[in-house]
């Protein structure tokens, strides 16, 4: 099973609003990261948090990070039409002896102009 | 620099026969990893390299290969292809994998494989 899941699975907001989604994982990590995929495309890698910091910021992007809760957020202030995309949390977890990226389902959002 | 490169982009098969995907990595990136994305399942990993051998492999049958050359181009080989292949197969590649670090990851555009 995967590692990783994002809650909502899917989000419908207007322009101008912010986005708020969740992920949780099973195991301890090293670093936790968000990425962005539009329809039918390749992953953009968006933001990465180190397990020893609590909140990260890159533009219009704010991550959190709890290690006690096994959770991280990602918000999109101000969003924009061209956010509409899936939103990915990964991290590599452990598996029979090897460390495998494991990849939530997703959190598709949809941003109404 | 280019980014990652997948080819072919697109490629219909029948059950049976054999595909084999090419990926171009990132120039100076040594770690390449293959992904299948389907939506019942989601973005499963099928395995990583680096420098020419296998580091990690995920849970996928054994009619799932690959390898990588010297250049760190990769390939991937699926036989006696499954209705089930049908999915987008994403490549991507990172500078380097050290133990549980985890690398940030380019991804190429994909190849969406459908099997009939």
């Known amino acids: 099973s995967q590692q990783g899941e994002e809650d909502p699975q899917a989000l419908s907001i207007q322009e101008g609003e912010n986005a708020t989604m969740n992920c949780s994982y099973k195991?301890?990590?090293?670093?936790l990261q968000w990425y962005r995929q539009n329809s039918g495309r390749g992953l953009v890698h968006l933001i990465l948090?180190?397990?020893?910091?609590r909140e990260k910021h890159s533009g219009r992007l704010r991550v959190t990070l709890d290690t006690s809760k096994k959770s991280s957020s990602l918000l999109i202030t101000a969003s924009r039409a061209a956010d509409t995309a899936s939103y990915f949390c990964?991290?590599?977890?452990?598996?029979?002896?090897?460390?495998?990226?494991?990849f939530g389902r997703g959190t598709s959002l949809i941003v109404h102009p | 620099k280019a980014g990652v490169t997948q080819t072919p982009r697109y490629l219909i098969k029948t059950r049976g026969q054999q595909v084999t995907l090419s990926c171009s990595p990132i120039?100076?990136?040594?770690?390449v990893s293959w992904y299948q994305q389907t939506p019942g399942q989601g973005l499963q990993f099928l395995f990583e390299?680096?420098?020419?051998?296998?580091?990690n492999k995920g849970n996928f049958p054994g009619r799932f290969s690959g390898r990588q050359f010297s250049n760190s181009r990769s390939e991937m080989n699926v036989s006696t292809l499954e209705l089930g292949d049908s999915a987008l197969y994403l490549c991507?590649?990172?500078?380097?994998?050290?133990?549980?670090?985890?690398?940030?990851?380019?991804f190429g555009p994909g190849t969406r494989l459908t099997v009939l």
């Open positions: 991507a590649s990172s500078p380097g994998t050290s133990g549980r670090a985890y690398n940030e990851q380019f």
């Open positions: 195991t301890s990590i090293n670093n």
């Open positions: 948090i180190r397990s020893n910091e």
């Open positions: 990964a991290n590599r977890g452990a598996s029979g002896g090897s460390y495998i990226p494991t």
């Open positions: 120039s100076g990136h040594r770690s």
């Open positions: 390299y680096f420098s020419e051998t296998q580091r």
